[in-house]
């Protein structure tokens, strides 16, 4: 028997093979960065701020499509773990902008390449132009469905 018989119904859904696929590559994420105490989350701020030093945390949020009211709890936790600095920003006194400390660095450093050994391990049977076209296949669901946030 066939894993999509096995299914049924759910075999042809795209949602329902995309729901499985996330929550394989969200459990090996896990493990992969497990010790370091960071979350995908503040990965991502990490890499924003890191790419764009000085932006806001405003910005950060419209970037990786976080909620505002959750910004300042992440923002706080990783400006208490001492990843981030936050001033006021001198354009606007309402605003904090944001740079990424040393330890954040290392920091990012160290989850990115367990990240890449993680994604290594998830598309090993990938060519890559396979991941090139699966990049492109989700960028375009991304696109349509959040189109601010890309």
Known sequence: MSRE????ALGPLIGYH??????AFASDFAAAVDGTGMRQVLIGILAVVEGTPGINQGAVGR????????????INEVVDAGLIGREVDAS???AF?????????AML?????RIEAHERRMLAGFTPAEK????????RIER???PDFV
């Open 5 to 8: 018989n096995e299914v049924g």
């Open 132 to 139: 090139a076209t699966l990049l492109d296949l989700l960028g």
């Open 18 to 23: 995309l729901r499985r696929a996330s929550g």
């Open 63 to 74: 970037v990786l499509g976080i909620k505002r009211a959750n910004m300042v709890s992440l």
């Open 109 to 113: 450093a160290e989850c990115l390449a």
């Open 97 to 105: 902008s944001l740079t990424i400390t040393e330890a954040g660095r």
């Open 92 to 94: 606007d006194r309402r």
């Open 144 to 146: 349509r469905v959040a």
